[in-house]
């Protein structure tokens, strides 16, 4: 065959395989579209039989979402959170290794930027320069620990066949257990009744530009986007982001090419603590302004697996599926305050937004049975 | 033939563990050695109790991985249950003075509609061909969610009230047996229960016809199905059967041994579905192994308790945590097992 020939047949090939791409993204925007819909309905459902108005309850969930600019800095600042723990997820479960304990490497992260912070504050003058120093350094630090703390179940499985979905859910609790031990023992000023921390001096924070809230910063939720940029470019540009992925999906091929698929493990999960470790730091540092008992923290970590999911693990899509998890929790939140309806029932429909997902299956036959989409075009 | 090596090897190297760890509990408990402290008829009694809800998620989840589905769902299951258990309890009561009977049908509707639920959900995984890892972490947030709110709904917090629970049976003169008679004959009926089951299981598993056909569909599918048994059948029936007893499990827990619902932080179940899935692996998918490693789990919860009797304070953040580590460690040291040949794997038939 000519090259001529070849070149032609390889543009075919690419048109093709373009076009089921574009598809299966397509499809999996419907399905999550579709997921969360039939969840908030049959969450409405639960809401009715409980004997509470469901009307109200879907109304009351947009307006905390966004109905006022101090809930929209609430949603922004959850979405921050979700969106950079949703990466965390994203990473590693596009190289097919499921890191569960985002949440655990989430708390030492910010365990970490506390201690850095708590530490060098006394050896620095009090102003705005040493509070970046400080973040900075403190975001570092988390990084590096939170990287630590993923990078051991990384090894367990590697070298010892360990499931990681089991070790990473044991580090959840052992993180928790250890850090409120050391905080209730070591770091809570004495005499103070609640296990935190001291407060973090006034310069270090994020300053909160339009919204004006305590918690929420737009440099935060722009750190977010900055570290989904930079894990998509690194996913798909460079050779290193390209064989972690490989090595999850293609295993042999990876393996054919030269590629330690044991290695491979403990650079991913090594990867998605960092991102959680980050995620942490900026939970100390924007949203608390000191540190406490990890048991009490919003469940970032598990929500962020939804997220991922829901964006079918792709860097990109953590952000409007990070958005709208941010939104669900706002007005979970806000319905709780209001309307007297468990916040905990948000968490049960982001459960079940997670479980259709996972079924692709039930809405191409629910498809194919209604006679939409799918194969009847 | 190396499964069947492995079969052999496991065992002898199973019963030889078995026989040791008895010898020494035994010498621990008679003669007065550094440590004996630690090891008293109380202490394996309470580790007894600890042991029986995760023994009897992990024989559950057990039997459905030996059918080639990967129950992750057990500590979701188990939330269930525990919730399940106390509402209808305390609902039968009409919410005044809990009694025996209340509470045993607070455990039967439990388990009931955690077998229900096992079943839609095992639709989702058979013929939906759902992801069994993602179906199955969902239906533990579901658990998370549901399982405080219902409790909300119920009670207006997400813990009940302080609930009884179902009292010992004492068998007679059996129970004055020493060591023993205390244990197993002076003990809640759901700790002798799940001995049963454990003994039970295993001779169904690997002494009748039910039992191959369970462990056919997990290593050969192809072959059951030539043999002209439905496959998904099968793994209908275990999924249901492992709902059951992590709902079982779960009521266990909140009024079997334990005084009511908790639904705070990760609810009161706090990993002991995950915990169960370690016992299984743990114990080489032998029932009887199973229910040993769930007895090692259960002695570790209560590692507290012992290590305060003799003076040994540590705080219980940190004492709290040896179940957990105690998984890591037996995960990175007996590490690889051998998991069915077709786990995780939807079965289509060809026709």
Partial sequence: MSDAGASHVRAALDRIVDRMLRASVLERIVIAIVSTTLALVIGAGIVALSGYDAVEFVYSLVYGAVGELSNVAFTLRQSTMLILAGVAVAVAFRAGVLNIGVQGQFVVGGFAATLAILFLTPLLPANTVAGVVLMVVAGGAAVAAGGAYGALPGLMKAYAGANEVITTIMLNFIASGVVYFLLDAYLRPPGAAAPNTESFPDYVDLPGFAFGSPSFSVIGFGIALVTVAVVYVYMTQTGSGYDLVTSGYQEPAAKYSGVDPNRMIVRTMTLSGMIAGLAGALFAVMILGYYSDPNTFPTFGFDAIAVSLLAANNPLGVIPAGLLFGGLDAGGQYIGFTLDVPSELVDGVIGLIVLFVAAPELFRAAGRYTGLGGDAG | MSAVRDAIGGRSAFVGGLALLAAALLVFLVADVPGSDLVTVGAMERALQAATPIALAAIGGLYAEKSGVFNIGLEGFMIFGALFGAVTAWTASGGDGVGQADLWFGVLVATLVCGLLAALFAVLLIRYEADQIVA????????????????????????????????????????????????????????????????????????????????????????????????????????????????????????????????????????????????????????????????????????????????????????????????????????????????????????
Wanted: net charge negative.
């Fill in chain 2, 136 to 351: 199955g972490l969902a239906v533990w947030f579901i658990g998370l969610g549901f399982g405080p709110f219902i409790s909300t709904v119920v009670w207006g917090g997400v813990s009940s009230p302080s609930l009884p629970n179902i009292d010992n049976v004492v068998v007679p003169v059996l129970s004055e047996v020493p060591i023993a008679g205390r244990l197993f004959f002076d003990a809640s009926p759901l700790v002798m229960f799940t001995v049963l089951l454990a003994v039970g299981a295993w001779v169904v598993l690997f002494r009748t016809r039910y039992g191959y056909w369970v462990q056919a569909a997990g290593e050969n599918p192809e072959a059951l199905d030539t043999a002209g048994v439905d496959v998904n059948r099968v793994r209908y029936a275990t999924l249901v059967f492992s709902g059951l007893m992590a709902g079982l499990g779960g009521a266990v827990l909140s009024i079997g041994i334990g005084s009511g619902f908790t639904g705070t932080g990760v609810t009161m179940v706090d990993g002991r579905g995950w915990i169960a899935i370690v016992a299984y692996l743990f114990g080489n998918y032998n029932p009887l192994g199973t229910y040993g490693a769930s007895l090692l789990f259960g002695a570790m919860d209560m590692l507290q308790i012992q290590l305060q009797t003799v003076g040994i304070s540590l705080p219980g953040s940190i004492t709290g945590l040896f179940p957990y580590v105690a998984v890591l460690v037996v995960l990175v040291v007996v590490g690889y097992t051998r998991v069915p040949a077709a786990v995780g794997e939807p079965y289509a038939k060809e026709d």
